[in-house]
């Protein structure tokens, strides 16, 4: 199985193919077009602020080319929210692939949201064995609001939107890499989908 974690100067990197790794895969890094479209698995991280990510996509020319991948692609974080419409950080225009738009926490709650939280109402086949209200990682100042696309909610000071799905685009915000077991299975279970758009 060939799996590539798209580089595009997003920091965490070596985080998610260790523990690809650590499930008896290797992922390779890559901005190059094809190889991308030639992976059986994409898988498409960040952690940064959102214009610049942005920026960096605009100059590979990869902002064209995410959104017609057939396979199965995973966004992390920031890679969830640059996958959809718009993102109030930098005011930055994202992905378009969900349809919705990524706003900021109000001041009622600590912001960034950092440290361990539950997900819950889990409706997708990402969660094949993780139980309801598993607690994830998560380090994020913005978020997605409830949706039709949600297939994980989470609550930190509202119910917001912690996983997505639309056809074979699967978006975390928390991060599986770095959490622990439950994590790992996520992660084992994006590798075994066996889908194609």
């Known amino acids: 199985m060939k799996i590539v ?7 965490n990197i070596q985080s998610i193919k260790f523990a ?21 698995k994409v898988i498409f ?10 920026k960096k996509l605009r100059f590979t020319g990869l902002d064209k080319l995410i959104p017609t991948l057939k396979q199965p692609v995973l966004g992390i974080c920031l890679g969830m929210q640059l996958m959809c419409n718009y ?39 990402l969660f094949k064995g993780i139980v309801e ?9 913005f978020y ?23 056809d ?3 978006g975390v915000q928390f991060h599986p890499e770095k959490s622990s077991k439950a994590g790992e299975q996520i992660l084992n279970n994006f590798l075994k989908l066996d889908i194609k758009y």
């Not at 909610?153 to 912690?162: A, H, L, M, P, Q």
Request: overall charge negative; glycine content about 10%.
């Open 45 to 54: 991280p960040g952690v940064g602020e959102a214009s610049s990510a942005m």
């Open 87 to 125: 993102c109030e950080e930098g005011n930055t225009q994202g992905l378009g692939i969900f349809d919705v738009d990524v706003v900021k926490f109000s001041n009622k709650v600590k912001v960034p949201q950092i440290g361990w939280n539950q997900i819950e109402n889990l409706n997708s086949e």
């Open 20 to 40: 690809i790794q650590r499930l008896g895969y290797e992922a390779v890094l890559s901005d190059d077009a094809e190889e991308i479209k030639g992976a059986d």
């Open 5 to 11: 974690i798209i580089n595009y100067g997003a920091g």
């Open 144 to 166: 997605v609001p409830l949706n039709e696309e949600a297939i994980a909610i989470t609550e930190y000071g509202i119910k917001y939107t912690s996983a997505l799905q639309k």
């Open 168 to 170: 074979n685009f699967y």
């Open 133 to 141: 209200k598993e607690y994830m990682y998560l380090v994020h100042s």
